[in-house]
């Protein structure tokens, strides 16, 4: 039983006061609404909403390849994931075009991205497609920054593809692996 004493000492000065009725709160009542209160919030909250993002990945039907889709190599652009927060990129095929090492964020890979949906809007009159490829010394927080910025781009197709041991080399060209 939960109580608030509120009794004044006695024994002050000499004179006789009248003895005054000490005043008792019974606060059993307000322990059990606290508690009642406190148990109807933990179990009506949700703490934590998840936030994710919503990547539609499709299937692999490897036994009727004629469903692939084909994607012009002059627009595609793909984007290697290596190490210290650095990444390298090129326009269509590999080799035949001067790889870029950037670093994420909007003045970087984000600039890149937006001038480079114009240009190949430009030259084809379609969306570019981004292959995305992670390497061994990339970090989960660098695919989660890239998807980011795909998201921010409104880049609506790309891809996550598994990296080369040609691509890796370049990586390793450019001291980023």
């Known amino acids: 039983m939960a109580e608030l004493d ?35 919030f933990m179990l009506t909250t949700t703490l934590n909403k998840p936030q994710a993002m919503d990547l539609t990945m499709p299937d692999k039907d490897q036994k009727n390849p004629q469903n692939q889709l084909d994607v012009a190599a002059s627009r595609t652009m793909t984007i290697l994931l290596g190490s210290n927060d650095k990444l390298e990129w090129y326009i269509g095929e590999p080799g035949k075009s001067a790889p870029t090492v950037e670093g994420y964020g909007k003045n970087d890979i984000r600039k890149t991205l937006i001038e480079n ?61």
């Open 6 to 40: 509120t009794s004044s000492s006695e024994g002050k000065g000499g004179k006789v006061r009248t003895k005054k009725q000490s005043t008792r709160v019974d606060l059993t009542a307000m322990v059990d609404l606290a508690f009642l209160l406190i148990t109807f």
């Open 117 to 177: 949906i114009q240009k190949v809007k430009a030259s084809t009159g379609k969306d570019m497609f981004v292959i995305i490829k992670p390497s061994d010394k990339s970090v989960y927080k660098n695919v989660v920054d890239i998807l980011d910025e795909m998201a921010i781009t409104n880049i609506q197709s790309y891809g996550i593809v598994d990296i080369t041991k040609a691509e890796i080399e370049e990586l390793k060209k450019q001291n980023i692996y």
